[in-house]
């Protein structure tokens, strides 16, 4: 029983649910939208309250978000309350203002800046870890040990493939933002291990030098044509050419493996990668697969010194020193491919 606004008298109302479409940031999403209805009114006998009407609002936004590929509002209050942590907590926890998670989980779209950052978070506890020691001054002490346990609950509860996830991500902590350094592209473990392992079915002699200078070309070629990197590695100049920074955490992802054998004047272990049956290559698209084609039609049959030697020569390589990051713009250099 309610007091209706339509007729004016207290009696039952029917709640109803349909589809509605409306426009956000230019954008047609369509919606879950509910609304009352007046049986005693004919004609226009629709009504919603205000409750109602926020809860529509937050609908429709995160059709958006799902349409634009990022963590709806039920995500969001997910990553918190797993670990036990009120909207402001995690907002202190993150170094963000007070107000923003909540803004998050009932009104405003975050970016998509902010979003990897939740979406780290919530697929790496140890990322949690880092940020809480960075902002620990401003984290209500009261909350500490409850969050340490939870940090702790995920490490042990996720086993060994995060661990070594979390290793890798830890380099990536300072790029957890697209910039030109990481091609405009935060690291894509998962896009990551199927190129290795796409490459490690269609090289024969796929050893980790080689490996390296191979993901650099990759990147560099797939950002000519789409203005972002595949992995989201950032590269260094090393002696031996583009080197992605936590290189050696590469080799300890679950669904890499290599095997350690004696270079040909047995005074040096190198690290051979063999393709690995149980990664499902379809999660590479054709445009993707034609990229890496390109790279393996060039290096194929060379040998790790020439494809060095090779690398040496790019502008990227001449015009930057020992440990400087090569970042995207030297895609406008790049040597003649073919």
Request: one cysteine or more; a negative charge.
């Amino acid at each position: 029983m309610m007091n209706c606004p339509i007729c004016g008298k207290n009696h039952e109302v029917e709640l109803r649910e349909r589809k509605a479409i409306t426009l956000i940031k230019g954008i047609k999403v369509e919606y879950d939208e509910k609304y009352l209805v007046c049986p005693d009114t004919n004609g226009d006998n629709e009504f919603v309250t205000g409750t109602m009407e926020n809860e529509n609002l937050l609908n429709a936004r995160n059709a958006y978000r799902k349409q634009k590929g990022l963590l709806t509002s039920d995500d969001i209050v997910d990553i918190r309350e797993k670990y036990g942590l009120s909207q402001v907590d995690l907002s202190q926890v993150l170094g963000w203002g007070e107000a923003t998670i909540s803004r998050y989980e009932s009104k405003a779209i975050q970016d998509s800046s902010y979003d990897n950052v939740l979406r780290l978070i919530r697929s790496n506890p140890l990322i949690l870890y880092y940020f809480y020691m960075r902002n620990r001054e401003n984290f209500n002490k009261n909350k500490e040990g409850t969050l340490l346990e939870r940090i702790n609950e995920e490490i042990s509860a996720h086993g060994r493939e995060t661990l070594a996830r979390n290793k890798l991500e830890s380099f990536y902590l300072n790029y957890m933002e697209p910039t030109i350094e990481n091609g405009y592209q935060i690291l894509n473990i998962d896009k990551l291990e199927l190129i290795i392992n796409y490459l490690a079915k269609h090289v024969k002699y796929l050893f980790k030098v080689k490996l390296m200078k191979m993901l650099w070309y990759i990147d560099i070629l797939f950002y000519q044509n789409n203005s972002r990197a595949l992995t989201g590695l950032v590269y260094q100049h090393a002696n031996m050419g583009a080197l992605p920074i936590g290189h050696d955490a590469i080799l300890q992802l679950d669904n890499v493996i290599f095997k350690e054998e004696m270079a040909e004047d047995y005074d040096n272990v190198r690290f051979h990668i063999i393709y690995n049956d149980k990664v499902d290559l379809k999660g590479l698209t054709k445009e993707e697969k034609a990229i890496i084609n390109l790279v393996i039609d060039k290096f194929d049959t060379m040998k790790t010194k020439d494809v060095v030697d090779y690398m040496h020569d790019e502008e990227a390589y001449k015009q930057t020193k020992d440990g400087d990051i090569i970042d995207f713009n030297w895609a406008k250099k790049l040597n003649k491919f073919l």
